[in-house]
């Protein structure tokens, strides 16, 4: 079977670093995806992770232990627009189809 | 990144009538193609897998008959809403892959189409 779980909500402060964290078990492994989504718009792809550890974009980054079925995205010098739903997702399946996970809301405060 | 575009963005229909949505990779020729919907507050859900030249993997509980998919060219996918029901207004978003090396690759969405069936 296939579960991708992450937290609900979470709220952060303007200028701190927040942490999201997403737990996945699927059949296989093809890597992790993280997509950032306003709401009413489509969702905007953030990272990949295929191997084990960090990597950083700029202000976002995404790590990953495949071993532990755990990846987090990393959000530092927080904006008022970085408010939005963070997507977890992995593919599975025929055709490595992206399954996503319930999404967490992240808000932004000054 | 890739530019998959959709349309329309808005469609708004009466409830028996069919709706016809358009999903386009834009600089990139996508052989496969992946059809979402999403409620309000809600993830997205997949709801099949699009095949250039072949028929349309479905979702279990996803209606074949209901959620028509041509994936006509490399470049266009078309899911259409038949006899549509109240039910069945969301919002539809599609998605293409794109293979940046052998075994990596980058998944794009377009900016999807809000269906409203009154």
């Known amino acids: 079977g296939q579960n991708i779980d992450q937290p609900t909500e979470m709220t952060a402060t303007e200028g701190a670093i927040v942490q999201i964290n997403c737990t996945y078990q699927t059949s296989g492994f093809n890597g992790l995806f993280w997509y950032q989504q306003h709401a009413g718009e489509a969702p905007t792809f953030l990272s990949y992770n295929v191997l084990d550890g960090l990597e950083e974009k700029g202000r976002f980054s995404s790590f990953l232990s495949r071993s532990k079925g755990y990846s987090y995205l990393l959000l530092k010098e927080l904006q008022m627009k970085d408010s939005a739903s963070y997507l977890c997702?992995?593919?599975?399946?025929?055709?490595?189809?992206?399954?996503f996970g319930a999404g967490t809301r992240l808000a932004v405060h000054p | 990144g890739a530019v998959v575009s959709q349309h329309p963005s808005r469609v708004i229909c009466k409830s028996g009538t069919s709706v016809k949505i358009e999903c386009r990779s834009l600089d990139f020729q996508a052989t496969t193609m992946f059809w979402y919907r999403q409620f309000p507050k809600k993830s997205l859900m997949l709801m099949a897998t699009?095949?250039?030249?072949?028929?349309?993997?479905?979702e279990q509980g996803v209606e074949k008959d209901k959620f028509l998919i041509n994936h006509a060219s490399l470049t266009l996918s078309t899911l259409t809403v038949t006899s549509a029901h109240p039910e069945d207004s969301s919002f539809y978003i599609c998605s293409a892959r794109v293979w940046a090396s052998g075994t990596s690759y980058e998944q794009y969405f377009g900016p999807g189409t809000r269906l409203t069936v009154t």
């Open positions: 997702a992995a593919p599975s399946g025929g055709y490595n189809k992206l399954i």
């Open positions: 699009s095949n250039e030249g072949s028929k349309a993997t479905y």
